[in-house]
């Protein structure tokens, strides 16, 4: 004989609450205490509760999902992956649940929003590699659909965003290269048709300037890009171009092809050349400990970017929620013992 399912009703009896204050507790409710959200959502995990989503749908018009829409290419050092655990985290016991849309280079990035808007399939929808004026974020703007990005455009005052302070991330790197004596430095930019490379190609010319430096894009090839990729764009610079005593490099894929391009060509690293990275897990210092490095805190990220959908879905009235994480240099490796 199947089991009955947990309902509302079954937490009621188990927890002593009304079956009203149970539901408002699954929702994380403002006037439900802390204590009695601990309790009741301890039993609906206990004994298996799962939320009737067709039920919902049909009593509110909701569907409680919020849908990730992501983009994905190349992210071997797993940032995106631990985004998106990070917003699961951060969901569990709001009564939302996630769909992930992962899209890669060549797909219409407009395809998977109009879906989730046009069908409803969601009540929120998270998005990154964000652009100034991205089409994505106009389109859901107009038509008044609750959505959070990761990162600024410029219509940014208006919507909420979790965003890296990649103006300071790069003139950090400027001002310590300068101070280390680099004067032509190289940067392995990400994308240029997004917002976080005019921040971090702003932050880094003004401090290069300040420094007596100067600096160039690597072309041919993004931060996004493989491994494979960026070491042969690099060779391929190094190779016939000048001079270059330092690297920017906005990711920690860029950072350990760098490396390995540096070193095929016969550059010590921390001697010849210094390479200035940007990473989602301090790694690099154990990878090579001559590279520096700053922090990005992507699993606060996730946890803003869930609240600030949650709230874009039941306050609309309320501002939006937005925040910007200041850079931050990583704890010194201790040496084994």
Request: one cysteine or more; hydrophobic letters at 40%.
């Amino acid at each position: 004989m199947t089991p009955k399912r947990p309902t509302l009703k079954t937490i009621s009896e188990l927890s002593g609450f009304a079956v009203p204050t149970v539901s408002r507790a699954l929702k994380n409710a403002p006037d439900i205490g802390a204590e009695t959200k601990r309790k009741v959502r301890q039993i609906a995990a206990d004994i298996g509760y799962v939320p009737n989503r067709a039920g919902v749908r049909l009593r509110t018009g909701k569907t409680n999902v919020i849908s990730l829409v992501l983009a994905t290419d190349h992210d071997v050092t797993d940032h995106t992956g631990r985004l998106i655990a990070s917003i699961a985290q951060a969901l569990r016991g709001t009564g939302y649940h996630m769909i992930v849309t992962p899209f890669s280079s060549g797909e219409d990035r407009m395809d998977s929003i109009r879906y989730v808007v046009e069908t409803g399939s969601a009540d929120a929808i998270i998005i990154n590699q964000i652009e100034p004026e991205d089409p994505r974020v106009a389109y859901m703007m107009e038509r008044g659909f609750p959505f959070a990005t990761y990162g600024r455009t410029d219509w940014c005052r208006d919507h909420p965003y979790f965003d890296f302070d990649n103006g300071a991330f790069g003139a950090i790197a400027g001002k310590r290269l300068t101070e280390r004596g680099r004067r032509n430095v190289l940067l392995v930019a990400p994308p240029l048709d997004q917002s976080y490379t005019r921040h971090m190609i702003d932050g880094l010319r003004g401090a290069l300037n300040a420094g007596g430096a100067q600096f160039e894009i690597l072309d041919g090839c993004n931060s996004d890009g493989t491994n494979p990729e960026i070491r042969s764009c690099l060779s391929a610079r190094l190779r016939t171009g000048g001079a270059v005593d330092g690297i920017v490099c906005p990711s920690t894929t860029a950072a350990i092809s760098s490396v390995a391009a540096l070193e095929a060509f016969g550059c010590a690293l921390g001697e010849d050349v210094d390479v200035f990275a940007k990473e989602a897990i301090p790694f690099l210092g154990i990878f090579r400990p001559q590279i520096l490095s700053v922090i990005e805190d992507v699993v606060a990220a996730g946890q803003f970017l869930a609240e600030a959908a949650i709230r874009a879905i039941e306050h609309p009235d309320l501002p939006p929620m937005q925040a910007i994480e200041v850079a931050k240099l990583p704890n010194p490796i201790e040496p084994l013992a």
